[in-house]
Structure formats: C-alpha cells, structure tokens
C-alpha cells in the first residue's frame, strides 16, 4: 500500500519566521515530488517540484529530498501572512506522467502577523 | 485562457439521484483526471484518461463512470449517488508533470 504522511497541524510561526513542512512516503521507487498550496475552498496550486536527492530552491521555498529515508520537506523562509495555507505532499512513481500520483492529507500552516 | 474549468461549482442531491460532473480544459493536455478530495484524507484519484478515447480506474472508481468525450472533455457520473460520496471533486489535467486542477465541485449527498 503505497501511502504519502503528513502532519495534519496546524503548525503556526509567527511573520519572517522558517515555516518546515515534513513528508515521508512508503513506496521506495517514487521518481518525482511535489509540493502543491490549497487556499480555504480553493484548488491545490504547485510550488516546488523535485526529482533528486538534495535541495532545490525557489525564492522562499527550499524542497529537500532524501530517498534514502524516504523523506521529503518543504522550507519556507520569511513566511508571510499569505502564505497560510495547507501544503500538500504529492509522490509519483512516474516521472513523464500523473497516473501513479498519490497525495498526503496536508498541512495547514498558519502565518502569524 | 481558462485552463481546466468545471461545472457545477456547487450540488445538491438527494440518495439515489444521478448527475454529470462536467470537466474542460483549453491547454490542449493529452491526459485529464478525476480526484475526490475529503477532510484528513487527501486528494484520491477516481479515474483517469490517458488519452482520447481512454479511460482507467485509479484508487477509488466504484459508483462512479467516466466518458473522455473529446480531448477537451472529460465528464464524470454518479448513476446513484450515495451519502458517502459527498465530497469535494477536482478535475486536472496535465501533459506531464505536474497537475493543473479546476476549481472544484463541491457535491452533497443528503
């Protein structure tokens, strides 16, 4: 059974804090991570994406990956009331296509001004 | 450019009621996919369409159909909606990763 982990939360940091949000999966062959933003009654938007292990960064956002421990995170530095949200984990056993894609329940991250 | 847009936004039904769930998207993707969304649980794929004229089971297909009308197009039934199947849907579509959602319909089944 292939399952994506999150903490549920909320996590909440205060305004230009570190905000780190924590993923891990169980199927060791996953090739491809992503980290999609839901706003309240919204779609999932994505963020980050990242195929090897190590980081990749994106203005604020840092994605690391660890296959090894089967972990994947995501950093937000500076974190900006507008960044509440709740961030999902996404792991694809795929890299050219969704068809293998599952996601994590979330995490509602709340930004405190 | 509207990019994955679907119809309705908001649904009332009663058990044993049947309706369409109407997805379309403009950005010309070859693959189109169904997930239902419910709190603590995540985003679960119903069904998908590779391509025109193609249709697989994801995680959780059961009480529902599918028709990949055209490459556009790609609709979702419930012939006798269920309590349990109140939720929250999403429609994406993709050419290769990642996903690029609708804006959800968000059904309840009294």
């Known amino acids: 059974q292939k399952e994506v982990e999150q903490n549920s939360g909320p996590l909440s940091v205060p305004e230009g804090a570190i905000a780190s949000l924590n993923c891990t999966y169980s199927?060791?062959?996953?090739?491809?991570f992503f980290w999609y933003r839901q706003y309240s009654g919204k779609s999932p938007e994505l963020i980050m994406f990242?195929?090897?292990?190590g980081d990749k960064e994106d203005g604020r956002f840092t994605a690391q990956l660890n296959k090894a421990s089967q972990y994947v995170s995501l950093l937000i530095r500076d974190s900006q009331p507008s960044d509440s949200a709740t961030y999902l984990c996404?792991?694809?056993?795929?890299?050219?296509?969704?068809?293998?894609?599952?996601f994590g329940a979330g995490t509602r991250l709340t930004v405190k001004p | 450019n509207a990019g994955v847009t679907q119809t309705p936004k908001f649904q009332v039904l009663k058990t044993g009621q049947s309706m369409t769930l109407q997805c379309a998207q403009d950005?010309?993707?070859?693959?189109m996919y169904w997930y239902r969304q419910d709190p603590g649980m995540g985003l679960r794929l119903i069904y998908y369409?590779?391509?025109?004229?193609?249709?697989d089971k994801g995680e959780v297909p059961n009480g529902y159909n599918v028709s990949r009308l055209n490459k556009r197009e790609f609709s979702l039934r419930l012939e006798s909606a269920a309590p349990s199947q109140t939720s929250v849907y999403f429609c994406?579509?993709?050419?290769?990763?990642?996903?690029?959602f609708g804006n959800g319909t968000r059904l309840t089944v009294t």
């Open positions: 369409s590779a391509s025109e004229g193609t249709t």
């Open positions: 996404a792991v694809n056993g795929l890299v050219d296509n969704n068809n293998d894609m599952r």
């Open positions: 994406a579509s993709s050419e290769r990763p990642p996903l690029h």
């Open positions: 199927d060791r062959g996953s090739q491809s």
């Open positions: 990242i195929y090897s292990n």
């Open positions: 950005m010309n993707h070859n693959s």
